[in-house]
Structure formats: C-alpha cells, structure tokens
C-alpha cells in the first residue's frame, strides 16, 4: 500500500516516470512514494518486478534493508530472469549482515549479468559470508584476547572475557539464520563458557 502522502498520477506509467526523475535527483523517499503508487495499479508481473526492483533501491537508500530485500525477493520470484532484482537483493542482503544469502542473491546476478560492478558485488558478499563462517567455526573464543595487561587483576580480566564473549555471540547471533542453526549447536561448550563469564558481570548478564 502507498503511504498517505502518496501523490496521486494519471497512469502508472506517469507514476514510474515521476518515480526515475525524484531517484535521479536524490529524492528518494519521493521516488519510493511514486513506485508505490504505480505498485497500485496492479501491473503485469515484469511490471511489477521492475517496480519492485526500483522501490528496493530506494529502500537501500533510505536505509531500511529489510524492505529492500523484501522487495526484491518478490521481483526476483516474479521474474526470476531478472538481474536487476538478484543484484538488488544481494545488497540489501548484504546490508543486513546475511553473507551467505546475499552471495546466493550475488551469484544469480551475476550468471544473468557479468558486469564489473556485479562483480564487485559478489566479492563483497563471498567475503562477508567467509568471515560470518570463520567465526561459527571458531566459536566463542578462537583467537587471542587483544588488550590485556601484566598488571591486570583477575576482575579486569573476567570483565574483559565476558566482553569479548558477548561481542562474538552477538555475532554468531547475526548469521544464526543465514547459515544455518545446526552450525551453533557444535559450539555448546563455548556458549556455557559464555554464560559462566557473563554471570559475573550483572550488567551484561541483565543485557542478554
């Protein structure tokens, strides 16, 4: 639906035209408002994927990802030959921190369109998704603890611990749904490591 300050167009064509000209100059959210309103003619379904790709850049601009990528999964569905709408949801993908998903999206695009910036992409994305699977597959505590100190207390380095635990659960959290649950079940032991430092701190432990 439109939102109410939707102007009103003649045609859904008059819709789209006023739509490209407010994207071209910047005026995004005047752009999303003029693709909803062409949206409610109900076009043909490669109308509407064209549609629908154009309102999910404009999300992107905006900065709601959510409504970009879900834009551009249903023109992706409704045409599913269109590079524009896997290119699209690779980067609101991409945006929302969901690296395996967004490659899937990038690699659909760029089998339909090998262009550099397709390309770009892509990269972008297998990157994103190969940093999201070192971290499930070294769980909560792969790597040195940076910061610490000789003259340390044993306090100081419980606090530090729980931090850098709840960092990297907030992470492995981020890509549960991307990657798959199952992958986080292999990492029980960390987790209770987790929850066994995070208890000492009650400000943390409130926060989970």
């Not at 859904?12 to 100059?25: L, Q, R, T, V």
């Not at 397709?118 to 998704?129: D, I, N, P, S, V």
Request: glycine share 6%.
């Amino acid at each position: 639906r439109a939102p109410s300050s939707a102007p009103a167009f003649a045609t859904a064509e008059d819709a789209k035209a006023a739509g490209n000209a407010s994207f071209g100059a910047g005026d995004y959210a005047a752009a999303r408002d003029a693709y909803a309103s062409a949206l409610e003619t109900k076009p043909d379904a490669s109308a509407e994927a064209a549609l629908r790709c154009n309102r999910s850049a404009c999300y992107l601009h905006l900065g709601d990802a959510v409504a970009a990528a879900r834009d551009a999964t249903r023109a992706a569905k409704l045409d599913p030959k269109r590079a524009k709408a896997w290119y699209r949801l690779a980067a609101a993908e991409l945006k929302r921190g969901r690296g395996a998903s967004a490659t899937r999206a990038a690699d659909r695009a760029a089998k339909l369109d090998g262009s550099a910036a397709t390309k770009r992409l892509l990269g972008r994305c297998k990157a994103l998704a190969t940093r999201q699977k070192n971290i499930i597959k070294g769980g909560l505590y792969d790597d040195k603890v940076e910061g610490a100190s000789k003259n340390e207390t044993a306090e100081e380095t419980e606090r530090r611990d729980a931090a850098k635990a709840l960092a990297r659960l907030r992470e492995m959290a981020r890509t549960a749904a991307d990657v798959g649950g199952d992958a986080y079940f292999r990492d029980v032991e960390g987790v209770m490591a987790y929850f066994r430092k995070v208890a000492a701190s009650a400000a943390d432990f409130r926060e989970i």
